[in-house]
């Protein structure tokens, strides 16, 4: 068996913050954009699923497989460092300071942003045959996404930031329970099963995700949907963030470190069953970041 046990999962939490706290703005930046891209990437495939199919939840099935992409080459989704960073200030490691953690998440954001606005004017692309071409059912459901995702909200005012941003917290206490659940395997088929069970939780049910919308919302605007920069940023991409802040750190983050990151709670022999003697060694270089 590959199971490890969650006083050890918080260990590895630590260890993976320290390394994200340490990684150069270049590699923040260079991460983030391709972990924003495999995202990307992941949700239009799951569009392209469920028109296909009709079926919603078949979408849902097949996205999983892009977060699995970027949890398992170690990149940088700003949504999983909400979780883990704010654990290594609690527990008191020395890098872990208000400013390098704040530092950290800008420049994982605008990793993220560029890798996923990069690949939606790519496919902007190829979906109007460079810009001649008619859209077809594919181009239409993404506007009327990212019109969901947007002028939906804003036409029910202050109960339409309510609602966006609580989805967004629900989003993120499961997607970023993906993140820990990793840990809990020290095998590929253990990590990505890990994955994508709490994954598709959070897209069948269309929770918020701000990564996910960093695509899903300038695609639609590249397509034609009636949506302008202010009312992205103001009714879904900062209110989302917020709250996946939010679920991300308190829901998961914080709530798996008190639960469980207190040495004196460990039982004795609470290792997993697999691999005391290199579950350290694994951990400092692996870098789950959904």
């Known amino acids: 068996m590959d199971y490890v046990k969650p ?42 699923a469920a028109v296909e199919t009709g079926l919603w939840i078949v979408g849902s099935l097949l996205f999983p497989f892009g977060l699995c992409i970027a949890v398992l080459l170690g990149m940088e989704i700003i949504t999983g460092s909400f979780a883990l960073l704010p654990c290594a200030a609690v527990s008191g490691k020395e890098q872990a300071t208000p400013s390098r953690i704040l530092s950290n998440w800008t420049w994982v954001f605008v990793g993220n942003l560029l890798g996923s606005t990069l ?43 309510l ?16 993140v820990v659940f990793a840990y809990a395997s020290t095998s590929f088929t253990g990590k990505m099963i890990a994955i994508w069970g709490p ?25 034609g949907a009636n949506v302008s920069l202010t009312t992205w940023w103001m009714w879904n991409q900062i209110p989302v963030t917020l709250g996946n802040l939010v679920g991300g750190m308190v829901f998961t983050g914080l709530a798996i470190y008190y639960t469980y990151g207190n040495a004196s709670m460990a039982p004795s022999g609470s290792v997993g069953v697999a691999a005391h003697s290199h579950v350290g060694e694994e951990r400092a270089g692996y870098s789950p970041s959904l």
Request: aromatic share 8%; hydrophobic share 55%.
């Open 7 to 48: 006083h050890e999962i918080v260990k590895g939490l630590l260890a993976t913050s320290e390394m994200k706290l340490n990684l150069p703005v270049h590699q923040l930046l260079l991460r983030g954009a391709l972990a924003g891209a495999f995202l990307a990437v992941a949700t239009s495939m799951a569009v392209v």
């Open 119 to 161: 690949y939606a004017v790519l496919l902007a692309i190829v979906l109007t045959t460079g810009g001649t071409g008619d859209l077809s059912a594919v181009g239409t459901k993404l506007i009327k996404i990212a019109e969901a995702k947007t002028t939906y909200y804003a036409a029910h005012g202050a109960a339409g930031l």
């Open 199 to 223: 994954t598709v939780l959070f897209f069948s049910q269309g929770f918020e995700h701000a990564v996910v919308n960093m695509f899903a919302i300038p695609m639609g605007m590249l397509l």
């Open 163 to 178: 609602t966006v941003f609580t989805k967004a917290i629900l989003c993120n206490w499961m997607v970023s329970l993906a």
